[in-house]
Structures are given as structure tokens and as C-alpha cells.
């Protein structure tokens, strides 16, 4: 067959998976694990079809990840940890045998196999992206370039509605005037605006440990043109607090139109940075070529001009590699804001924080025989104002989501209050929002004497003429 024919690709998919829904289904998992596989190897994959043989194969380096035929089915799979050995994979059914130690595959033929296949998928997948992830690395081009479909990748961006990518070996080696290359080449890209405020994206956090895991994640984002179509680039840019830049890539997966309009649309994240440490910065994308895009826009919907296209997807690729390394540093729970410290998360998570913290150690003063007021709203410099007999003493309380207790954002009126009030004392409480907290206590004297002060923000005022 014509590996290059988009109709012989959708002849030999019909006739393998007569059953449309599971055809369709199948596609959605063929362009998922494409998009892991290009994204770690982009030179070490490929997938085509042979009618003769009677099956649709995703190779990566000089193994099999993925087989289709009539009536059979089998996938490749790395179960990482000691889950693989406890069962965790195994009881999914007999279809499951160990090929190595931590290696598995799927395999089975008959008429339920594709079935079995969609309903396990979801707890497969990381098993089989942990697979391609070994291949890539240990053969980064492909052994099998002679028999890459694009025919077969256009079909499956078709029925998915995705802009599913080509191999870069394909890219580099085929005439402009292509079909398949101008399609792998033009994209239709667009800015889709955050502005900071997490009660506008409050499934942030969970979205970010979805993308870190790469676990599927679909979300709903408001959209101010008519343009958009499914399978265009998406790429979300923070502006309004900083750091402000690219934080987040994807693909447009569906379309809600109201009266004929489009409203908003489902975007399938494949990147997602940590916006605390990690950003495709406005200075980088203000630099050089990319200056000619405008960058902060007020609505979701700018189109990227096409010709920076490919540029911007050079320079996220890096941030988001960057960004890989900084997640070292910054560990996967810090990301979700649990070892920040007071002031450093999103306003509304700093008052839940906060809120957590007063209660835990007002709770624990009135267990000392403490008569305890709030003076939160006074301005006073501090929370509480402790009473005992003739005793008092003002307190000031910090929460703080981890367990270091040594970093925290502390106002300039609290710390005139902590050098010129000798009753004034402080409490850091960690794992705030847990039932593990800890309030470890400081005198004014040992908070002056064991903590830096360094200014983060000035009030500027125009000098007198």
C-alpha cells in the first residue's frame, strides 16, 4: 500500500476497528502516546500501517510500543516502582505477562481484547509512556524511517480533531510543496490569557500534578474569537502579577459555541510550568524576533503570528526542559504551594493558611490559661492580644504550608512592633493546613537576633522640588 495515502491509511483503520466508536477511541490513544513519544524523541518514532500484515504499529527506536490488527491488540508497558511487583498491573487480567523485571505487555486476540484494552487504558498509561521514555533514550532515531505513514498520522489528526506532529527525520527530509509537510509546518497558534488570579484558574495546582505525572489533562478556558479550530496550538500566558510569561502548552481538543459564537474551548495541556519558579519570561518573548507578537493582551484568542510560530516552540521546549531540572529543587508538594511560606502562595490559599494557623494557636494559649482577642483587623502589628492575671502579651502568628519554618513574608509594621514592643512575640506554625501542624515560638529579641530582614517591596513617593 501507499503509506503516503491518507484514504488507503483510512481504508486499512476501518477494516481493522470496524466498530466506529472504538475506531475513534483508538485514535485518541494512538495520538496521545504520539505526542509523549515526540515530545522525548522527537527523531526516534514512527507508526504505519501494513495492510498485507494486517496491523497499525508505533515503533519507538527499534521497538514495538504499540500493535493493531484484526481481532488483536498488544502494547508494551514499564510499570515503574514496586507497584508492578505487587499486583497492581498484573490482577488487571490474564492478558498481562512479565516479559523482564518492572516489564510488562498487554497482549491478547478476540473479540473484547480492543475493549479490555480502552477500559484498562488510563491505568496503563503511564506504564506505556515510561516504556517510550526507555526507548527514546536508548536509540534516538528510529530504526523503522522507511516505513513511516504520514497518511496514517493525518488520518488519526483528522478523527481526533488534534494537530498530531511528524517525526523530525520526516520534516527534514520531504519537499515544501507536501501536503503533510505544510500541514506539520503552519501552525495556527494562539495566546489564551490567565491573569493571575486563582479563583479564575482554581484547578491550577491539580492541573500541574496531572502534567508532571503526564496524566491527561482537559481544561476549560474562556475564548474571545471565532478563529479557533480543534487540533490549533495553544499556548497560556500569566500576566497581570510576576512573574508574567508562558506557563503552559497545548492543543485545542473542542470547541463551545453559543448563538454561533465561539465562547470557550477545552484545551489538552502537554506543559505546564510551576509559576512560582519557573517561566517562559515576558523579557525573553519581548527579545529578538518574538518582539514582533504582542504578548500581554487583555483576552484569550491572539493568534501568534505564524512565522514565530516554530521560533516560540524552540525557546518553550527549553523552559519547559529547564524547568524539569528547577523541579529538583522545588519538589513535586511544593508545587501545590505546600512548603511555601506565609504570603508567598495565591491570596485566597495565604487567608485559608492563615485562618488554619490564629486558630491553632489561639486554641493553644487558652490551653495555657490565656484569655485570648483577636486584634487582626487593628493594624496593631500583631494577631492576638494574650491576657493572664495582670499578664499580657501580643502575639503574632505566620502559617506556613511545609514543615521550614525559617522563611515567611513579614509586614513593616510588624517589625517596628517586634523592635519597640517588649511584649510582642511570634508564632511560625507549619503543615498549617494539616493535622500535623507545629507553632514553633520566638521572643521579639530571638526573631531580631535569628532572622534577615530584607525589603521586597518600597512605597515611592515624588521627592519635594
Given at each position: 500500500m501507499d503509506i503516503q495515502s491518507y484514504e488507503q491509511a483510512r481504508e486499512s483503520f476501518e477494516k481493522f476497528l470496524p466498530n466506529a466508536k472504538q475506531r475513534k477511541q483508538i485514535a485518541h490513544v494512538l495520538a496521545d502516546l504520539i505526542h509523549h513519544a515526540n515530545k522525548v524523541g522527537?527523531?526516534?518514532?514512527?507508526?504505519?500501517?501494513?495492510?498485507?500484515?494486517?496491523?497499525i504499529k508505533l515503533n519507538v527506536g527499534r521497538v514495538e510500543v504499540f500493535a493493531l490488527g484484526e481481532n488483536w491488540l498488544f502494547c508494551n508497558l514499564r510499570h515503574p516502582g514496586a507497584a508492578a511487583h505487587s499486583g497492581h498491573v498484573l490482577n488487571l487480567g490474564r492478558k498481562y505477562k512479565s516479559i523482564k523485571r518492572e516489564q510488562f505487555r498487554f497482549e491478547g486476540t478476540g473479540r473484547g481484547t480492543v475493549a479490555h484494552f480502552l477500559r484498562s487504558y488510563e491505568r496503563l498509561r503511564q506504564g506505556i509512556f515510561s516504556w517510550i521514555d526507555d526507548c527514546a533514550r536508548d536509540r534516538s532515531t528510529s530504526f523503522f524511517i522507511p516505513s513511516f505513514s504520514p497518511g496514517f498520522v493525518e488520518y488519526v489528526s483528522k478523527i481526533t480533531s488534534e494537530r498530531l506532529p511528524y517525526p523530525s527525520y520526516y520534516k527534514s527530509t520531504q519537499n515544501s510543496g507536501s501536503h503533510s509537510e505544510k500541514d506539520a509546518s503552519e501552525k495556527n497558534a494562539y495566546l489564551f490569557v490567565w491573569n493571575s488570579n486563582p479563583m479564575n484558574w482554581d484547578?491550577?495546582?491539580?492541573?500541574?500534578?496531572?502534567?508532571?505525572?503526564?496524566?491527561?489533562?482537559?481544561?476549560?478556558?474562556?475564548?474571545?474569537?471565532?478563529?479557533?479550530?480543534?487540533?490549533?496550538?495553544?499556548?497560556?500566558?500569566?500576566?497581570?502579577?510576576?512573574?508574567?510569561?508562558?506557563?503552559?502548552?497545548?492543543?485545542?481538543?473542542?470547541?463551545?459555541?453559543?448563538?454561533?459564537?465561539?465562547?470557550?474551548?477545552?484545551?489538552?495541556?502537554?506543559s505546564l510550568l510551576d509559576y512560582n519558579h519557573a517561566v517562559l519570561r515576558l523579557d525573553t518573548l519581548k527579545s529578538g524576533a518574538l518582539s514582533q507578537q504582542w504578548w500581554t493582551p487583555q483576552a484569550s484568542g491572539i493568534s501568534i503570528k505564524p512565522h514565530l510560530v516554530n521560533k516560540l516552540e524552540k525557546i518553550w521546549e527549553e523552559a519547559v526542559a529547564s524547568s524539569k531540572e528547577q523541579s529538583k529543587l522545588y519538589p513535586e508538594n511544593e508545587a501545590t504551594d505546600t512548603s511555601k511560606g506565609a504570603g508567598f502562595g495565591d491570596s485566597e490559599l495565604n487567608k485559608k493558611v492563615e485562618k488554619a494557623a490564629i486558630a491553632f494557636v489561639s486554641s493553644r494559649l487558652r490551653k495555657e490559661g490565656w484569655e485570648?482577642?483577636?486584634?487582626?483587623?487593628?493594624?496593631?502589628?500583631?494577631?492576638?492580644?494574650?491576657?493572664?492575671?495582670?499578664?499580657?502579651?501580643?502575639?503574632?502568628?505566620?502559617?506556613?504550608?511545609?514543615?521550614?519554618?525559617?522563611?515567611?513574608?513579614?509586614?513593616?509594621?510588624?517589625?517596628?512592633?517586634?523592635?519597640?514592643?517588649?511584649?510582642?512575640?511570634?508564632?511560625?506554625?507549619?503543615?498549617?493546613?494539616?493535622?500535623?501542624?507545629?507553632?514553633?515560638?520566638?521572643?521579639?529579641?530571638?526573631?531580631?537576633?535569628?532572622?534577615?530582614?530584607?525589603?521586597?517591596?518600597?512605597?515611592a513617593e515624588a521627592k519635594a522640588k
Open positions: 522527537p527523531k526516534s518514532w514512527e507508526v504505519t500501517v501494513h495492510e498485507d500484515k494486517r496491523y484547578t491550577y495546582h491539580s492541573s500541574l500534578k496531572k502534567v508532571r505525572r503526564n496524566h491527561k489533562c482537559i481544561i476549560p478556558w474562556l475564548c474571545n474569537t471565532n478563529k479557533v479550530e480543534p487540533g490549533d496550538r495553544a499556548f497560556l500566558i500569566k500576566v497581570g502579577k510576576q512573574p508574567k510569561g508562558i506557563i503552559g502548552s497545548g492543543t485545542i481538543v473542542e470547541t463551545i459555541r453559543e448563538h454561533g459564537k465561539v465562547t470557550s474551548v477545552k484545551l489538552k495541556l502537554d485570648v482577642h483577636s486584634v487582626e483587623q487593628k493594624n496593631y502589628g500583631y494577631d492576638l492580644l494574650c491576657k493572664k492575671g495582670g499578664n499580657s502579651k501580643h502575639v503574632e502568628v505566620k502559617g506556613i504550608q511545609g514543615e521550614d519554618p525559617s522563611k515567611f513574608i513579614i509586614t513593616a509594621n510588624e517589625v517596628r512592633s517586634a523592635k519597640n514592643d517588649k511584649k510582642w512575640s511570634i508564632y511560625v506554625v507549619t503543615s498549617a493546613l494539616t493535622n500535623k501542624k507545629k507553632a514553633v515560638h520566638y521572643s521579639s529579641q530571638d526573631f531580631l537576633d535569628k532572622f534577615l530582614l530584607e525589603p521586597i517591596s518600597f512605597f
